[in-house]
């Protein structure tokens, strides 16, 4: 076991990558270049795939972007050991490390499968665009529904008012209608009482004489 990890380590057991491309400097390099600028790549987008994640909260399917995170990370880090054994043929490290990246990659794959159906459920821009128009609509009835109900009730307080009112003034108005005649009555009546009075008393009191006239 102790000679399979020394193995797995170390160099001693094969040679470089390298001298499959002859050390051909320009060979090299350009390896060296589009497996950095891959790996680079690769890095860039689990960042910002955890962006996403972080600003969306409410995205339904995180862990799958997170695991595409995983398995895009591992790729990168495969491409970093192509660069790495041109120069130490560390090759059982690497292979573990694309295993790795094949482990990863198939359950990415396999957990991606039911996930399909449930994405392709989501609302699609256009039907998301026409639900917020029918809420606009529906938002706009509510209003004026709220504003004719808000004039209703107004009326009906001014209804009410005006109706607290009118018995207010009812009352009096009945009762002077109801004993206006009776008034009238004793009026009449004191007056022709007045009107005796001068006919049969000729010498009545200066003082009252002035009082009736």
């Not at 051909?24 to 390099?29: N, R, T």
Request: with cysteine; proline share 5%; aromatic share 14%.
């Amino acid at each position: 076991m102790l000679e399979f990890l020394q193995n797995f380590f170390t160099d001693n057991s094969f040679i470089p990558h390298g001298h499959c491309y002859l050390w051909k400097p320009s060979l090299v390099w350009l390896n060296i270049f589009s497996d950095y600028l891959i790996a680079l790549v690769y890095y860039s987008i689990p960042i910002a795939l955890v962006y996403f994640v972080h600003m969306r909260k409410d995205f339904p399917f995180k862990w799958i972007l997170l695991l595409f995170g995983a398995f895009i990370v591992s790729c990168g880090i495969t491409h970093v050991m192509d660069v790495w054994t041109l120069w130490h043929p560390t090759y059982w490290l690497s292979t573990f490390i694309k295993l790795i990246t094949a482990i990863v990659s198939l359950y990415t794959a396999i957990a991606l499968l039911p996930i399909i159906p449930q994405a392709l459920a989501l609302p699609s821009p256009a039907e998301l665009e026409a639900a917020n128009c029918q809420l606009k609509l529906t938002l706009k009835e509510l209003e004026n529904t709220q504003a004719q109900l808000i004039q209703t009730e107004k009326m009906s307080s001014l209804g009410q008012l005006v109706a607290g009112i009118a018995h207010e003034i009812n009352n009096p108005v009945n009762f002077i209608d109801g004993n206006i005649i009776i008034v009238n009555e004793y009026i009449r009546d004191l007056l022709n009482l007045i009107t005796l009075f001068q006919q049969y008393n000729y010498h009545l009191v200066s003082e009252i004489q002035a009082y009736i006239e």
